[in-house]
């Protein structure tokens, strides 16, 4: 997920082979609404008709099903989270993990209970209690399924002291990113994980399916990742119920002060939530996304979802992008806020470089954010010819120029920049890297090589190795020089 300056530094403008299950799950179903784990009927009317077919694929993605239960006052969250998991590896798996980011965002997570295929085992936390190891006996062979059960509880921060405050409850707004316990990343690495920076983004994330049931407040507007299937009342109490997905993550958000205006966008219904006292900023912002989506789906690939939702919280960051869900902070929603345009373009192109295609935020952060901030430029140049794109074009050398223009690799990790080098080089050197990309392929084979790139990468992880074979397989040439030049250490 990105992290955009705080507003003091106001810096930061802006598939798989088919899987047998051979190892039975105890139940066919589980979770909210009792839905069947293979069942994937439930998401299709979140999906544009160009996105349905990806239900028939992904067969390995985990699958959640969530009840989360709000409390009164919006500073604590009780769950049951059933994950079904798939281990889509050659080599057998003796342990699924999770990550518990509530333990390093300022809050605290509390696992009760885990239970594996109905047996319970034992909790066995790491990194400081971020990691949670659940074993396996016997081991997953590949191929084979598993179903884990986990009960737990989180204390939400009342602060936006940490990573821009992304899970916190202020000013009336619960922010609710990450809460719940999340399969990590089985790659070349292992199971992928560390402590995030708290300059960048703390998640690495495959695909999943989510069905989530909320109970909370009634008097509260719940905001979800996904498309709402289902709601009701009980005394003092409402629950909805979302279903969300292909998507690498799942957020929630809460306040009694929303408002919601919708906004078409073709397939898509633009939704945003804000105070009333800012209409006229929400109209704007609406506007502006509207033409982003339109500008990225004819750029890169269509938009998936039948919805995109923003929600305004009090977020240190401009914006905060999740999938099909974008945070902005309630400070620059207007319509002559000079932050506006840039962070909406921006975030809005997260929704292919981040979620669509999927990348390692903590280490190749430049395969996201370097590359919405190209696409925020291409979003000026499109709206407003090479002139009008001059002004972010220029925000970019600026960002270059508060490390003097110096030519500190691109594709760095998270952890080996500076705050300060990290703002300057992978959101101001770095997109200037794909405007010589694109010089040196030629325009048109560049336009075609960044569609390429989001097909052939469309719900995967894509590697700085993988981008650069597609966009020589593109252009028949040879770019190590550029890429050695701009990128690599």
Not at 119 to 136: F, K, N, Y
Not at 196 to 216: L, R
Request: proline share 7%; glycine share 8%; charged share 20%.
């Amino acid at each position: 997920m990105s992290r955009r300056a705080s507003l003091l530094t106001l810096g930061l403008i802006l598939i798989s082979c088919q899987f047998p299950a051979v190892r039975p799950a105890p139940t066919p179903t589980a979770g909210p609404m009792q839905t069947a784990w293979e069942d994937r009927s439930i998401f299709a009317p979140g999906l544009v008709d160009s996105a349905q077919s990806i239900l028939e694929g992904l067969p390995g993605a985990s699958v959640y099903h969530i009840d989360l239960e709000i409390s009164d006052g919006l500073t604590r969250v009780d769950g049951e989270e059933s994950v079904r998991y798939t281990n889509t590896e050659t080599a057998a798996l003796h342990e699924v993990q999770f990550r518990l980011f509530p333990n390093i965002l300022g809050g605290h997570m509390d696992i009760t209970t885990i239970e594996v295929d109905g047996q319970e085992l034992v909790p066995r936390l790491s990194l400081g209690e971020s990691v949670l190891h659940v074993a396996l006996d016997p081991a997953l062979e590949p191929g084979q399924s598993v179903t884990i059960r986990i009960d737990f509880s989180v204390e939400v921060p009342e602060s936006l002291s940490l990573n821009y405050g992304v899970l916190a409850y202020a000013e009336g707004v619960l922010a609710l990113a990450h809460f719940y316990p999340m399969v990590e990343v089985f790659d070349d690495e292992g199971w992928n994980a560390e402590i995030p920076p708290q300059s960048g983004d703390v998640t690495y994330a495959d695909v999943s399916f989510y069905i989530v049931s909320v109970t909370a407040p009634k008097e509260v507007t719940l905001v979800a990742t996904g498309r709402e299937l289902r709601r009701s009342e009980s005394g003092r109490a409402q629950t909805v119920t979302f279903a969300a997905g292909p998507a690498r993550d799942f957020y929630v958000a809460a306040s009694s002060d929303y408002q919601m205006t919708e906004t078409p966008a073709g397939a898509t219904v633009i939704r945003f939530y804000a105070p009333a006292s800012l209409e006229e900023g929400v109209r704007a912002a609406a506007d502006i996304a509207a033409r982003a989506l339109e500008d990225y789906g004819d750029r890169y690939a269509p938009y998936p979802y039948t919805e995109l939702d923003f929600v305004a919280t009090p977020t240190l960051a401009l914006g905060i992008e999740y999938p099909g869900m974008i945070a902005i902070t309630a400070h620059i929603i207007g319509p002559q806020e000079p932050y506006l345009e840039g962070t909406i373009a921006h975030e809005v192109a997260h929704q292919w470089f981040y979620n669509l295609v999927g990348n390692d935020q903590l280490d190749d952060p430049w395969l996201d954010e370097s590359l919405a901030q190209f696409a925020t430029l291409q979003y000026y140049t499109d709206e407003y010819g090479e002139v009008g794109a001059g002004g972010f074009r220029d925000s970019l050398l600026r960002r270059w120029s508060r490390v003097n223009g110096d030519l500190i690799p691109i594709g760095l990790p998270v952890a080996a920049y500076s705050d300060f080098e990290y703002g300057a080089i992978v959101y101001g050197r770095g997109p200037l890297f794909f405007e010589a990309l694109r010089t040196e392929m030629g325009a048109t084979k560049f336009d075609a090589f960044i569609k390429d790139y989001a097909q052939t990468y469309s719900w995967g992880i894509a590697t700085p190795e993988g981008l650069q074979q597609t966009a020589e397989s593109d252009c028949g040439c040879d770019l190590d020089p550029l890429f050695d030049a701009w990128v690599y250490p």
